[in-house]
């Protein structure tokens, strides 16, 4: 039996391949993904999510070919972030990601957008 895990992470995509019953690595992938785009302000961390999913899917094929089928996946990423999606599931916006700066931009009345969220009764915070 082997596993698959996978990392989406911030800076890199990391991919592993492990015997489920020893835990040894079998192999291992850590690519830097440089997903990083700009953003419509200065303050915006936003990701291409097309060029990760670039990436996570040639780490993924080059250890399933050193290592063979896997029988199971695990999948972790960044802490948060949102992207908007159309009905069928594709990327229509960037990852805007747990660094994003957005919600502190101050809106006409002086109010930053995570406090004007905040105030409809979320717990809305600059990065989620």
Known sequence: ????GIDIGTTTI?????????GASLGTRT???EGFIEGHIPAARVQDPEKLWKFTEAA?????????KVDSIGLTGQMHGMMYVDAEGNAASPLYIWQDGSGNEKMED???YAEALRATGGAASTGF
């Not at 039996?1 to 698959?4: L, Q, V």
């Not at 990391?14 to 020893?22: G, H, L, P, R, Y």
């Not at 993924?60 to 063979?68: A, D, I, N, S």
């Open 1 to 4: 039996m082997r596993a698959m």
């Open 14 to 22: 990391s991919v592993i391949v492990v015997d489920a019953e020893t």
């Open 31 to 33: 690519i830097a993904h």
């Open 60 to 68: 993924v094929c080059e250890l399933m070919e050193e290592c063979g």
């Open 110 to 112: 002086g109010r930053t």
